[in-house]
């Protein structure tokens, strides 16, 4: 059985990997773990469109995350050993795992990422894209 999408159109020519990415986008994780929030920074003059993507990741060190860009995505892994040796009497703070994973759009570049009081800041910028006009020769 075929499948029918908007991008089955005749006039819409390569968007393959655009509806790729969008099947990956609604299949991620509704895990609600780690919290983040996405932000539109202000625009400067001269300046790209500037973003930021801000992580709750109480608990975890520089080296027990890892933040990786893969064909579009970005994804932000956690991962914190369980100690051994330790002997708890209670334990409501659980050494736990994730993967957080963003589609990013074309264009959309990774700045650089921040951890701090226990917020991992990823900040994304997009640069202007140049207008290309070319003419193209009708051959005889």
């Known amino acids: 059985m075929t499948r029918l999408s908007v991008f089955s ?52 060190g520089r080296d027990e995350l890892d933040v990786t860009v893969e064909e579009n995505q970005l994804i932000i892994r956690g991962r914190q050993k369980d100690e051994d040796g330790r002997s708890y009497l209670h334990r409501g703070i659980a050494a736990r795992q994730f993967i957080r994973t963003f589609v990013l759009a074309d264009g959309m570049e990774v700045a650089g990422a921040r951890l701090a009081n226990g917020l991992l800041e990823i900040h994304l910028e997009r640069p202007e894209p140049r207008r290309v006009i070319r003419r193209i020769q009708i051959g005889g």
């Open 9 to 60: 159109s005749p006039l819409l020519l390569g968007f393959d990997e655009l509806e790729r990415m969008l099947d990956r986008a609604s299949k991620t994780s509704g895990d609600g773990y780690p919290p983040y929030n996405i932000e539109r920074l202000p625009k400067v003059d001269g300046e790209a469109e500037r973003m930021r993507i801000t992580l709750a990741v109480a608990g975890f």
